[in-house]
């Protein structure tokens, strides 16, 4: 083929592949028209939220306030105790045999005095009836050596006998009375024996699991009882407290005073009973570095059970006047303790505290608040020196809501 056939070949192609490109080129184009409208989109948007957000911080901060208060704080501390019976006694027969018979039943309330079980008392009858014989003949003994004693006397009298006849039956009588103190104090001892086979309670209580049932032979004083009694009106609960509370239990007990506590159950939803100090132990405890104490409770309503593990919260003392706000209202910085107060204007100032005590979910406050001022309480994580804020009214809380707090708000020592 010539050069002029394949020029003019070529010239009749070229228009065909440019109109087969010409649709790609068109889609190129409005997939970029469309990559660069979702890109003004996006940054538009971005402005739009930096500007809201700026707006939103730029706005007042909502805060909800409490006022400093001047009122008497009353110091409590905290600390787990251990319910104790007042007397718990491991009832034993003090003799030998078969037990006969139990007049008590598991778990029952019994009196001091009551019957409470009956060995057999048949082998100690036997044996006081023995004694009483052995008595009563040593009695007619006797009484036969002082009639002689007298006839004797009076034929000495008449100088009828020796000296020596009288003596010897004065020394008889003696044997003979000697005898009969021994006899009786055997027939005391048979009685004695008997009665200890009827078994008596000797405290009041609350009876435990029997250990022995009828029928059994028992051991005099056996190291397993019969049965226990625990006393429990009145009732203990021994605590702890640390040794820096030593000081205002001594002042507190040399002056007089009844320190009250209570105790609660363990959750610390219920208190259970009030009650006093009853004794402060003679040492401190060196590894623990507490003092032991024991409070006693009437306990007339049996709420307080031996062995139970229960809250004791005990009222130190009372701090009058003192300048005091919700311990959840202070914050923790590098410079102390602090808060922030609303001012005159409406804008948020920090001031830093030196604390006092802290109890019943509020802290005594020592220097940097005067009791006047306006405490944030919540909002505090937007809020910095000089910000403006808007005071939110706090929500009415229903009465018995405002008891089940109170309730259970912790309270301790600083």
């Known amino acids: 083929m010539s050069e002029a056939e394949k020029s003019h070949s070529t010239s009749k192609q070229t228009p065909s592949r440019q109109s087969k490109l010409k649709p790609f080129k068109w889609l190129i184009i409005v997939v970029l028209l469309i990559l660069g409208l979702i890109a003004a989109w996006k940054y538009w948007k971005s402005t739009q939220t930096v500007a809201e957000e700026y707006s939103q911080w730029s706005k007042p901060v909502p805060v909800r306030v409490v006022p400093v208060e001047r009122s008497d704080l ?40 009551q019957l409470l079980a009956l060995i057999d008392p048949a082998p100690f009858q036997v044996a006081l009836a023995q004694a009483l014989g052995t008595q009563q003949q040593h009695f007619a003994q006797l009484a036969n050596a002082q009639t002689e004693l007298r006839r004797y006397e009076l034929l000495y009298q008449r100088d009828s006998i020796a000296k020596q006849q009288v003596e010897q039956q004065q020394a008889l009588v003696k044997q003979l009375q000697g005898q009969s103190q021994a006899n009786q104090a055997q027939v005391d001892a048979a009685k004695l024996q008997l009665s ?66 209570s105790a609660w159950d363990r959750s610390e939803q219920q208190q259970l009973a009030t009650g006093k100090i009853h004794a402060l132990d003679n040492q401190i405890d060196l590894s623990t570095g507490s003092i032991k104490l024991k409070a006693i409770f009437n306990n ?74 306006r405490v944030v309480l919540e909002g505090i994580d937007r809020l910095s020196e000089g910000k403006a804020v808007q005071i939110v009214q706090q929500k009415a809380q229903h009465p018995a809501e405002n008891q089940v707090a109170a309730a259970s708000t912790l309270v301790a020592s600083p």
């Open 74 to 113: 009353q110091q409590q501390v905290k600390a787990i105790g251990t319910v104790i019976p007042s007397q718990m006694v491991n009832v034993q027969s003090q003799v030998s045999g078969r037990l006969q018979q139990l007049y008590f039943n598991e778990g029952q309330t019994v009196r001091k005095g």
């Open 196 to 261: 200890y086979t009827k078994i008596h309670a000797p405290i009041s209580g609350r009876v435990g699991f029997r250990m022995k049932d009828v029928g059994n032979l028992i051991q005099a004083n056996d190291s397993s009882a019969l049965l226990s009694i625990t006393q429990v009106s009145p009732i203990y609960v021994q605590f702890a407290l640390p040794e820096q509370q030593l000081a205002t239990l001594r002042g507190a007990q040399q002056a007089g005073q009844s320190l009250a506590l």
């Open 300 to 373: 007339q309503d049996d709420r307080l059970f031996p062995n139970q593990f229960v809250n004791v919260k005990l009222a130190l003392n009372t701090i009058a006047n003192a300048v005091n706000l919700p311990s959840d209202a202070i914050q923790h910085g590098a410079k102390g303790p602090y808060v922030y107060i609303i001012n005159k204007d409406n804008k948020a100032e920090v001031r830093v505290l030196q604390l006092g005590i802290n109890t019943q979910g509020r802290t005594e406050i020592l220097s940097g608040l005067n009791g006047q001022e």
